[in-house]
């Protein structure tokens, strides 16, 4: 606590479409923030290193098979497994660059046909972001980047339907990046977003919670 503010870490969640460039993005993020002094962490999701997470990344390899519902619901408790540890690193003044979250966990699994609100309910409650950064790229254009890697989802016909799941998401903390251009463009908008956000926490921007 500064006098009698609040100070704390911004919460920054990167989104898009595979091959967006979200997680090139996410490092230059981190090494930006870290140059200018401030405390920083890179976080993503799904977090496979925990035993849920264990479980979603045998499915997206396809080495396990489950209900999509099932599924969901594993995403959702990696986010919940993780939450507190989220807030305390907050409170303690670390910015969190995280790659992926509920937005993720809506946008896939609405995709597959599952009811959106059904999928948001199990994200009521998780810290919303303070800015979420949405890489735009046509699905066609993602696809021509190359390098899929053979997971899951990672095929063209069903990123076409997540990014129609995705607009339905779009709030005022969505910020839309254009990112078909060239990578040090979209560096330069996100930093400025980002580093707004950050001065923001600082001066004792309240948390808020999904799903608003
Ligand atoms: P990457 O690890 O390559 O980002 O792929 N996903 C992710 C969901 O279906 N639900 C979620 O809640 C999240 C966070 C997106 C992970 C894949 O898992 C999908 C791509």
Same mark, same amino acid.
């Given at each position: 606590?500064?006098?009698?503010?609040?100070?704390?870490?911004?919460?920054?969640?990167?989104?898009?479409?595979?091959?967006?460039?979200?997680?090139?993005?996410?490092?230059?993020?981190?090494?930006?923030?870290?140059?200018?002094?401030?405390?920083?962490?890179?976080?993503?999701?799904?977090?496979?290193?925990?035993?849920?997470?264990? /479980?979603?990344?045998?499915?997206?390899?396809?080495?396990?098979?489950?209900?999509?519902?099932?599924?969901?619901?594993?995403?959702?408790?990696?986010?919940?497994?993780?939450?507190?540890?989220?807030?305390?690193?907050?409170?303690?003044?670390?910015?969190?660059?995280?790659?992926?979250?509920?937005?993720?966990?809506?946008?896939?699994?609405?995709?597959?046909?599952?009811?959106?609100?059904?999928?948001?309910?199990?994200?009521?409650?998780?810290?919303?972001?303070?800015?979420?950064?949405?890489?735009?790229?046509?699905?066609?254009?993602?696809?021509?980047?190359?390098?899929?890697?053979?997971?899951?989802?990672?095929?063209?016909?069903?990123?076409?339907?997540?990014?129609?799941?995705?607009? /339905?998401?779009?709030?005022?903390?969505?910020?839309?990046?254009?990112?078909?251009?060239?990578?040090?463009?979209?560096?330069?908008?996100?930093?400025?977003?980002?580093?707004?956000?950050?001065?923001?926490?600082?001066?004792?921007?309240?948390?808020?919670?999904?799903?608003?």
């Amino acid at each position: 606590r500064i006098g009698n503010i609040d100070s704390r870490g911004a919460l920054v969640v990167l989104e898009g479409l595979d091959r967006c460039g979200k997680t090139s993005q996410c490092s230059r993020l981190l090494s930006y923030l870290e140059g200018l002094g401030h405390s920083v962490e890179l976080w993503r999701f799904p977090d496979r290193t925990t035993s849920v997470g264990q /479980m979603i990344s045998a499915y997206l390899s396809n080495q396990s098979h489950l209900d999509d519902h099932t599924i969901h619901l594993l995403f959702s408790a990696n986010r919940w497994e993780k939450r507190s540890m989220m807030e305390a690193k907050l409170k303690a003044g670390t910015t969190l660059i995280v790659d992926r979250y509920s937005y993720s966990g809506v946008a896939f699994s609405s995709a597959k046909g599952i009811d959106i609100e059904w999928c948001k309910a199990p994200e009521i409650g998780l810290l919303a972001p303070d800015s979420v950064l949405y890489l735009d790229i046509p699905p066609e254009k993602a696809a021509e980047r190359g390098g899929y890697g053979g997971e899951r989802y990672e095929h063209l016909e069903f990123q076409r339907k997540v990014a129609q799941c995705y607009q /339905m998401l779009r709030d005022s903390s969505w910020k839309i990046i254009d990112a078909c251009q060239s990578i040090e463009d979209v560096e330069k908008q996100l930093k400025e977003i980002v580093l707004d956000q950050v001065t923001a926490c600082k001066k004792g921007k309240p948390f808020s919670l999904l799903w608003s």
